[in-house]
């Protein structure tokens, strides 16, 4: 299996600042044939589901603020939130989806 | 609106058995592959399998190959997970997920069932 890693596991970020999450993969998801990184993010935030955000690395999901986006590529990877909103408070995950899905350990947005 | 709507979670003993459903709504439930994604107290995500559109090509994760089950009825647009053998490590909030049209990402869930094991 491939495994996820992110980092941190929590970070605290005022309102209008920059938050970045990074993701590790052991191994590339870079598919070769079709140039493509099989990475998507996910949002969840307290008492709801997970929300799908970036798919292909860098493709946000429609409806998914442009504050939100996604790049990097072979093993590493990195959500970033341009401008952290309130409504940003949540768990951050990555999943692979090179092989047999596997998820990241998440990592906790909070307000500074 | 596409709904997906898990039930059937509960507190069940080691050993006992169980069995999850989604309803689904608001897209063409046979077009899609389908998944049930767990999350166990205070842990990450875990895919556990997915479902083919007709039924027939199924996949599981390792721990739980050969207990559970999967399974889709297109006519009731629901899917199904049935767990046997139930352990302490399968509790867990299951998800049911849908598998977007092209890969193995998820692009729909349900607000999910919890099923706890324990005596």
């Known amino acids: 299996d491939i495994v996820m890693t992110q980092s941190p596991d929590s970070l605290a970020v005022s309102l209008g600042e920059r938050a970045a999450i990074n993701c590790k993969s052991s191994?590339?998801?870079?598919?070769?044939?079709?140039?493509?990184?099989?990475l998507a993010w996910y949002q969840r935030k307290p008492g709801q589901p997970p929300k799908l955000l970036i798919y292909?690395?860098?493709t946000r999901e429609s409806g998914v603020p442009d504050r939100f986006s996604g790049s990097g590529s072979g093993t590493d990877f990195t959500l970033t939130i341009s401008s952290l909103q309130a409504e940003d408070v949540a768990v951050y995950y990555c999943q692979q989806f090179y092989t047999t899905p596997t998820f990241g350990q998440g990592t906790k947005v909070e307000i500074k | 609106e596409v709904q997906l709507v898990e039930s059937g979670g509960d507190l069940v003993q080691p050993g006992g058995s169980l069995r999850l459903s989604c309803a689904a709504s608001g897209f063409t439930f046979s077009g899609h592959w389908m998944s049930w994604v767990r999350q166990a107290p205070g842990k990450g995500l875990e895919w556990v399998a997915s479902i083919e559109e007709d039924g027939t090509e199924k996949y599981y994760v390792d721990s739980v190959k050969g207990r559970f089950t999967i399974t889709r009825d297109n006519a009731k647009n629901s899917l199904y997970l049935q767990i046997n053998s139930l352990r302490a490590e399968d509790t867990a909030v299951y998800y049911c997920?849908?598998?977007?049209?092209?890969?193995?990402?998820?692009?729909?869930w349900g607000q999910g069932t919890l099923i706890t094991v324990s005596s």
């Open positions: 191994q590339s998801i870079l598919y070769s044939s079709n140039n493509k990184n099989y």
């Open positions: 292909w690395a860098s």
């Open positions: 997920a849908r598998r977007n049209d092209f890969q193995n990402w998820f692009d729909a």
